[in-house]
């Protein structure tokens, strides 16, 4: 609210003083207001997930035109597993009513995985990392089209292992490569 009234006020004044044209005008409001836009998503996601936060299971982050979502993989899904559980179900459901609201935006499902092998339970059904990942984006876009989510801004993208965050040499690199990532895209045009 702050920066708008900012904003506005540094815009009027240099309208009142003739140094900007109408259309100059225009564009400062609009950018302001998708400035606003973002914001108010951004906060909304983080009210909600604040408890996901706190414990290091959720990340939000605002970039230039996107508000990316980062959840670990096992706030989602069991260990090895490609179907979301009970945790998972209860934490994508507290986001899916915001992002059921979005218009004009899209929202991208990026799952990704370590460097381990798939072991050979999951063999048969996932013969690489890449499947594996994907199955998990996938699962995660159909839980929130249940929830309301519109499916035609909705994708599901899998990496597998090739996009790590972290060295896949320790433990603790190789569970932050675990994740999915809830990309909404348009968030400033």
């Not at 006020?9 to 044209?21: H, K, N």
């Not at 934490?91 to 995985?113: C, D, N």
């Not at 996938?138 to 965050?165: H, N, S, Y």
């Amino acid at each position: 609210m702050r920066n708008r009234v900012l904003i506005a006020a540094l815009a009027t004044a240099a309208l009142t003083a003739g140094c900007v044209s109408e259309q100059t005008y225009q564009g400062e409001v609009k950018q302001a207001e998708m400035y606003q836009q973002k914001s108010a998503l951004y906060e909304s996601l983080n009210a909600k997930l604040q408890t996901e936060i706190n414990a290091d299971q959720a990340r939000i982050e605002q970039l230039q035109n996107q508000v990316k979502l980062t959840l670990v993989d096992q706030i989602l899904f069991p260990e090895g597993g490609w179907e979301i559980h009970r945790q998972g179900e209860q934490t994508l459901a507290k986001i899916a009513p915001t992002l059921s609201t979005l218009q004009g935006k899209r929202i991208v499902v990026e799952g990704f995985t370590d460097n381990v092998p798939i072991g050979p339970a999951l063999k048969k059904r996932f013969p690489s990392n890449w499947e594996l990942s994907t199955a998990r984006a996938t699962d995660v876009v159909r839980f929130l089209v249940a929830k309301g989510v519109p499916p035609g801004i909705l994708a599901a993208e899998g990496f597998g292992d090739a996009r790590p965050v972290a060295s896949n040499d320790t433990p603790q690199g190789r569970a932050k490569n675990r994740r999915v990532e809830i990309v909404i895209s348009g968030v400033n045009q």
